[in-house]
């Protein structure tokens, strides 16, 4: 029986433009982590939260009931936990509220980290309920598009109706994902309740024709039709006025050549995808273009087929 686990989770791009709520991409490189360990207690506590600089968090809860990490593993905890309780030491990777799927990198850490603990742990599909208990709490809405290829990893379709079945995608071979964080911050839950309640159905069969052929195209690998459907003509609009640097990042992308840009997630961060021999110089004038405008930022390139969440030694 495990005393310490260490998991880490990717961060991820939800909606990934096409596909509002229901379709997420996982990324290479920046997650957060997130160590359980056995406590005498019967249920789940944190011990620390640390943040992007390796210092204690100077406001994200360490109440377990305000914490998404620690609300996740306790609703694992209570379906699956063994004797004892366990106390997590959560290190933030993520920004927060930046749309790269923070909160849901938490959550899914702590899942995968106390699931760790027991002397027969679950596979990862049957973590994902417990992990969007985090996330329900901090977004204020059922979506598994960051917790899913957060969780599982590449590029995932996870509409609510199908819950808690998701279906792994197939991705296209040499293209990249490129993700720029500028410096803003959106808070999801607010920007969700900024959103229409209803679309048009024009507009819906529109982006419903760009979701399917978007997904065939991926699988059939055919970089043209990309091009031509990773486009969100319902959920961008209502939000990319609140990401100033938005059209002038977007822009750049599209000039070098991507084959699609959009918001990630509810914002501020903004994605690419991207032939993957050009996708660090797009990372490039993405970031100029960002920085033109006075929002300093970072950059990731990402393979479309990170992999997820995994127990670290
Ligand atoms: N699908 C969610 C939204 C993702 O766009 O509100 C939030 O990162």
């Known amino acids: 029986m495990a005393d310490r686990v260490t998991?880490?989770?990717p961060a991820s791009i939800g909606n990934l433009a096409v596909g509002f709520d229901m379709l997420g991409l996982a990324l290479d490189g920046v997650g957060d982590r997130v160590e359980a360990r056995r406590t005498d207690g019967d249920a789940i506590m944190i011990d620390a939260v640390f943040g992007l600089d390796g210092e204690p968090h100077p406001y994200l809860p360490t109440d377990v009931g305000s914490n998404t990490a620690s609300i996740a593993a306790q609703s694992f905890w209570q379906a699956h936990g063994d004797q004892?309780?366990?106390?997590?030491?959560?290190?933030?990777?993520?920004?927060?509220q930046s749309g790269m799927g923070s909160s849901a990198a938490s959550a899914v850490a702590a899942v995968v980290a106390v699931n760790g603990l027991l002397d027969e742990p679950l596979p990862a599909a049957r973590l994902l309920m417990y992990a969007l208990e985090g996330e329900k709490f901090a977004s204020g809405g059922l979506h598994a598009d960051n917790v899913a290829p957060s969780l599982l990893g590449g590029m995932v379709l996870c509409p609510e109706s199908l819950l808690p079945d998701t279906v792994r995608l197939a991705v296209p071979d040499g293209i990249s994902a490129v993700l720029l964080h500028p410096e803003l911050q959106v808070n999801t839950a607010q920007a969700r309740k900024h959103l229409l309640r209803s679309v048009s159905v024009p507009l819906w069969l529109e982006q419903q024709?760009?979701?399917?052929?978007?997904?065939?195209?991926?699988?059939?690998?055919?970089?043209?039709?990309?091009?031509?459907?990773?486009?969100?003509?319902?959920?961008?609009?209502?939000r990319a006025e609140a990401v100033?640097?938005?059209?002038?990042?977007?822009d750049a992308a599209m000039r070098g050549g991507a084959a699609g840009c959009s918001l990630s997630g509810s914002g501020p961060s903004i994605f690419a995808l991207v032939t993957s021999a050009h996708a660090s110089n797009v990372a490039t004038s993405m970031e100029q273009a960002c920085r033109a405008m006075g929002i300093d930022c970072q950059?990731?390139?990402?393979?479309m087929s990170a992999p997820g969440a995994r127990v670290e030694d």
């Open 84 to 96: 004892g309780g366990a106390a997590l030491t959560i290190r933030k990777g993520v920004p927060l």
């Open 299 to 303: 950059s990731w390139v990402s393979s």
């Open 7 to 9: 998991a880490f989770a």
């Open 209 to 238: 024709g760009y979701l399917a052929a978007f997904i065939a195209a991926c699988a059939a690998n055919d970089h043209a039709l990309i091009a031509r459907t990773l486009r969100d003509v319902v959920i961008e609009p209502q």
């Open 244 to 250: 100033s640097c938005f059209e002038a990042v977007r």
